[in-house]
């Protein structure tokens, strides 16, 4: 009789099929043993590692860097015509989004830009959000906090 791929003999003694002849529960027995070495030989391992990349952290460290002081332009955006890059984002009068969960306002107030980075290319713009133009001439949108805690306004 075949119970769980195993023979049922006499006694209650079950024969694994694979290995005919040993009682099952030593086979287990074995192959609990064989898992707990291998999961004190990962441990060494990672405590291996783990002391390797300690030691090296030291010299791995990441630097500190400055922005240079290079003046930029910026426009504040918060409706569709501020800049002339976003381009507002279109929905129906009929459908009703849910607000943003960047700034909490109706996504029918947000545009998007085209950027060197995003998905696509584009990024969302939020209303209050400030159009940064780059050295090279592209364009992204900053957050307000930031923007205010990495710039000041250049006098002219």
């Known amino acids: 009789m075949y119970l769980n791929g195993c023979v049922k003999r006499g006694r209650g003694k079950d024969i694994d099929p694979v290995f005919p002849g040993n009682n099952i529960f030593k086979y287990i027995l074995e192959l609990e043993r064989k ?16 002391d ?16 240079k002081p290079i003046p930029i332009e910026a426009i504040q955006w918060n409706k569709d015509g501020d800049h002339t890059n976003v381009k507002r984002v279109y929905i129906p009068q009929d459908l009703d989004p849910p607000a943003c969960e960047k700034c909490g306002q109706p ?24 159009i940064i133009t780059g050295v090279q001439g592209e364009n992204y949108p900053c957050k307000p906090d930031i923007f205010a805690a990495t710039y000041d306004q250049v006098a002219e």
Not at 42 to 47: H, K, S
Not at 52 to 67: F, I, L, Q
Not at 107 to 130: F, M, N, S, Y
């Open 35 to 50: 898992l707990e070495y291998a999961n004190a030989v990962i441990e060494q391992r990672n405590n291996e590692l783990s």
């Open 52 to 67: 390797r990349w300690n030691k090296n952290k030291g010299d791995n460290h990441m630097a500190k860097y400055v922005k």
């Open 107 to 130: 996504a029918r107030l947000h545009g998007t830009i085209i950027t060197l980075e995003g998905k696509g290319g584009a990024q969302e713009v939020c209303p209050g959000d400030w």
